[in-house]
C-alpha cells in the first residue's frame, strides 16, 4: 500500500526544528540593538548553539527525506498548488541550508570566540569587522527571506487544512497514524 503520510521521525525532525528555529529567532532577536559586550558574547554562544543543533537536525532531515522520500500530494489537489508546495519547499530547504552556513562564516568572523558547547571554536574571536559585517547582513537577509517563506507556508498549511481539506496537512501532524494507514 503506498504511504499517505511522513514517517514519525520525519514529523518529530519537523517540528522540532520548527519549535528551535523560533525560539533561535527569538534569541537573535537583541542582536540589532544595543547589547553590553558581556551579554553580546553570551547570547553568541546561547544562538550558535541553538542553531548547531537546528545544523544537526537539518543533516538529519536530509537523510531521511533522501532515504523515505514525501507522500505524494492529493490528487486533486490543482496543478499550480502541487507546483508552488514543491517550490517552497525546496525553497525552504534551501534557505535553512544558507542560514546555517551564513551564521557559521558570522560565528568564524566574529570578534569574541563562538564556541557551542565548548565542543570547538568556530573562530579565534578577532575577526575582521568588515567581514563579519558582510556575512551577518547575508544572515539577516536569509532570516527575513525565511520568515516570509514560513508565514506563506503555515498560511498555506491552515488553507489545506481548514478550507481545502484535502488531507495534505494532515500528513505532517498526525503522529499517531502509521505512515501505511488510509485515511
Ligand atoms: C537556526 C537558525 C538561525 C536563525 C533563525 C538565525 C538568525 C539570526 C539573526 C536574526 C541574527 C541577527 C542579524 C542582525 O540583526 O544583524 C543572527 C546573528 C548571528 N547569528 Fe544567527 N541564526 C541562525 C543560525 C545560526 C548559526 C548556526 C550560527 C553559527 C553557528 C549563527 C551565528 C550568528 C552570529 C555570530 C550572529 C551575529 C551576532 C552579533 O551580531 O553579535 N546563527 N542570527
Redesign the pocket.
Known amino acids: 500500500m503506498p504511504r499517505i503520510d511522513y514517517q514519525v521521525s520525519q514529523k518529530v525532525v519537523h517540528w522540532l526544528?520548527a519549535i528551535?528555529?523560533?525560539l533561535?529567532?527569538n534569541?537573535?532577536?537583541?542582536?540589532?540593538g544595543f547589547?553590553e559586550d558581556a551579554d553580546?558574547?553570551e547570547?553568541?554562544i546561547d544562538?550558535?548553539?541553538?542553531?548547531?543543533?537546528?545544523?544537526v537536525l537539518f543533516v538529519l532531515r536530509i537523510f531521511l527525506r533522501v532515504r523515505y522520500g514525501a507522500p505524494p500530494l492529493p490528487e486533486e489537489m490543482p496543478e499550480w498548488q502541487k507546483l508552488a508546495a514543491h517550490a517552497a519547499h525546496w525553497g525552504l530547504y534551501v534557505l535553512?541550508g544558507t542560514?546555517?552556513?551564513?551564521?557559521?562564516?558570522?560565528?568564524?568572523?566574529?570578534d569574541?570566540v563562538?564556541a557551542?558547547f565548548g565542543l570547538f571554536a568556530?573562530g579565534d574571536g578577532n575577526g575582521e569587522k568588515d567581514t563579519?559585517?558582510f556575512?551577518?547582513?547575508i544572515?539577516?537577509f536569509?532570516?527575513?527571506a525565511?520568515?516570509a517563506l514560513i508565514i506563506v507556508h503555515v498560511l498555506a498549511a491552515l488553507y489545506h487544512l481548514v478550507v481545502a481539506r484535502d488531507g495534505s496537512t494532515t500528513r505532517m501532524l498526525r503522529f499517531w497514524r502509521s505512515a501505511k494507514q488510509a485515511g
Request: hydrophobic residues 60%.
Open positions: 526544528m528551535l528555529i523560533i533561535d529567532l534569541v537573535a532577536q537583541k542582536f540589532g547589547l553580546r558574547i547570547s553568541r544562538h550558535s548553539q541553538l542553531g548547531m543543533i537546528v545544523a535553512i542560514l546555517i552556513l551564513s551564521g557559521m562564516l558570522s560565528a568564524m568572523n566574529a569574541s563562538v557551542p568556530f563579519f559585517l556575512f551577518r547582513g544572515h539577516e536569509i532570516t527575513n525565511i520568515i
